[in-house]
Structure formats: structure tokens, C-alpha cells
């Protein structure tokens, strides 16, 4: 961007820790259903990092029509919904995995890592996003001189 052209982005940050085995927790009553909700999100967080994964690994883009997984579902959950651009669009994104060296942790430890490794195949292509304060591109500001 050149004079008068401000660059535009957004940070999103996320704790996904909620993923509780109710048995385990021992919820009961509006607990034990948020606990439900925060887990159906989970559920479509990774049907969308599978979908994703998939597509990643086979160098296709998520809007190819071309490719072998043609719908990511992201309007499933309002979670997928909010992590839309992150995931699948033009970001950057990083995901931090935290595991527990305890035994009774190891098969949410391992689940973990299994879902950190789907998420480390997703492609995106991060490019600037270049506003115009005078309200038109660089191109037209030029043919208009």
C-alpha cells in the first residue's frame, strides 16, 4: 500500500478447553447441559479441521469444486461460524495444544494431539488486506491522475 491506504486485520483468540466427559466431571442440571453445547461445538470444530485437513493434504482449495471433500461445515455450530476466516480463509492462524503428563489424562492427551496433527495439514494463503482511505484501489486512484 502506498499513501493513504491503512492495512486492516483482525485477531481472534479461542480456549477450546471444555471438552469434559460428563461421567467424569460429574456435572449435573444447566452444567451438565452447557457441558452438551461445548461439546456439540467440539464435535463440528472437528468435523471441519477433518474436512480441512483432508483438503490440505491434497493441495486443493476449500473453494475448488474440483476437490474430494466439497462441503466444509462451518454454519453447523456457531463456533465453526465464528472461526470461519481463521480456518479455512485468508489468516494465519496458530493453534497451541496443552496435554496432560497425568495417566488419567493420557486418552484426552492423545486425542489432543491427534486433532493438533489434523490441524497442522490445514493450507491457508494469508495475503495483506490493503484498505484505500480514499475510497478507491491503487489502479483507479492511477487512471484518475
Do not use: W
Amino acid at each position: 500500500g502506498g499513501p493513504g491506504a491503512a492495512i486492516r486485520a483482525k485477531l481472534t483468540l479461542v480456549d477450546l478447553a471444555g471438552s469434559e466427559r460428563a461421567k467424569r466431571t460429574g456435572a449435573e442440571g444447566a452444567r451438565l447441559r452447557e457441558g452438551i453445547n461445548i461439546n456439540k461445538g467440539l464435535f463440528v470444530l472437528g468435523q471441519v479441521v477433518s474436512a480441512l485437513s483432508e483438503l490440505g493434504q491434497g493441495g486443493a482449495s476449500p473453494r475448488s469444486s474440483s476437490s474430494a471433500v466439497s462441503h466444509i461445515p462451518y454454519r453447523d455450530s456457531k463456533l465453526t461460524r465464528l472461526l470461519q476466516d481463521s480456518l479455512g480463509g485468508n489468516s494465519r492462524t496458530v493453534m497451541i495444544a496443552c496435554v496432560s503428563p497425568a495417566t488419567a489424562n493420557a486418552e484426552e492427551s492423545v486425542n489432543t494431539l491427534r486433532y493438533a496433527e489434523r490441524t497442522r495439514n490445514i493450507k491457508n494463503l494469508a495475503v495483506r488486506n490493503v484498505v484505500s482511505s480514499s475510497g478507491c484501489s491503487a489502479a483507479e486512484a492511477a487512471a484518475l491522475r
